[in-house]
Nanobody
Framework: QVQLVESGGGLVKPGGSLRLSCAVSNYTGDISTMGWYRQAPGKQREAVAVITSGGAPIYVDSVKDRFTIFRDNGKKKVNLQMTSLIPEDTAVYYC????????????WGQGTQVTVSS
């Protein structure tokens, strides 16, 4: 069974930094897009940052210049470096991995809590 194992969430003060990591296990095929989504209480899940297998990142406007997504294709791993965190970044963060070949499937991590509070 394909699994996405996330780590790195926690409590941080405004202006602080965190790094989230996600690794795909039990899957030997190619992965195309990987990324991070988040869901705050009472809000819909939103895309934060995604990155293609070729390394092209896309960010939601609210995190541009603060977050950096990067991946290790050989290890099927994606990281999200978050800096200058603000309370509005508080959410459960979910990792996404999309298989490369038809029929494509999306796999999700279990979620990791990020809380930005003084």
């Amino acid at each position: 069974q394909v699994q996405l194992v996330e780590s790195g969430g926690g409590l941080v003060k405004p202006g602080g930094s965190l790094r989230l990591s996600c690794a795909v296990s039990n899957y030997t095929g190619d992965i195309s897009t990987m990324g991070w989504y988040r869901q705050a209480p009472g809000k819909q899940r939103e895309a934060v940052a995604v990155i293609t297998s070729g390394g092209a990142p896309i960010y939601v406007d609210s995190v541009k210049d603060r977050f950096t997504i990067f991946r290790d294709n050989g290890k099927k791993k994606v990281n999200l470096q978050m800096t200058s965190l603000i309370p509005e970044d508080t959410a459960v963060y979910y990792c996404l991995a999309r298989t490369a070949h038809w029929p494509q499937r999306d796999y999700w991590g279990q979620g990791t809590q990020v809380t930005v509070s003084s």
